[in-house]
């Protein structure tokens, strides 16, 4: 119903920044939740930040609060992870995700990922 493709991945030093996007096309955006998840080598998928469909509630893990900013753009389809003082342990594929309309879980849709890897 809804594709997702994310972009903006790549290496980077630990205390660096880097922003990913995610662009939605097959739906109507402003209907739909969305989340960044992320999955390092070896572990299993894990939570990363979710945003509203309207008021812009954000959710974070703690693992990245005060650090990752989730954020989106209506009119222009896309949500964006910003992301900040990076650690290694940041490395990770980042994938964007929306649940059905108007709901929060399950996560039905998925992007392809992006890679991110902060050297130390």
């Known amino acids: 119903q809804v594709q997702l493709v994310e972009s903006g991945g790549g290496l980077v030093q630990a205390g660096g920044s880097l922003r990913l996007s995610c662009a939605a096309s097959?739906?109507?955006?402003?209907?739909?939740?969305l989340g960044w998840f992320r999955q390092a080598p070896g572990k299993e998928r894990e939570f990363v930040a979710q945003?509203?469909?309207?008021?812009?509630?954000?959710n974070y893990a703690d693992s990245v609060k005060g650090r990752f900013t989730i954020s989106r753009d209506n009119a222009k389809n896309t949500v964006y992870l910003q992301m900040n003082s990076l650690k290694p342990e940041d490395t990770a594929v980042y994938y964007c995700?929306?649940?059905?309309?108007?709901?929060?879980?399950?996560?039905?849709?998925w992007g392809q990922g992006t890679q991110v890897t902060v050297s130390s």
């Open positions: 097959g739906g109507t955006f402003s209907s739909y939740a």
């Open positions: 945003i509203s469909w309207n008021s812009g509630r954000t």
């Open positions: 995700a929306a649940p059905r309309p108007y709901t929060y879980y399950p996560y039905n849709y």
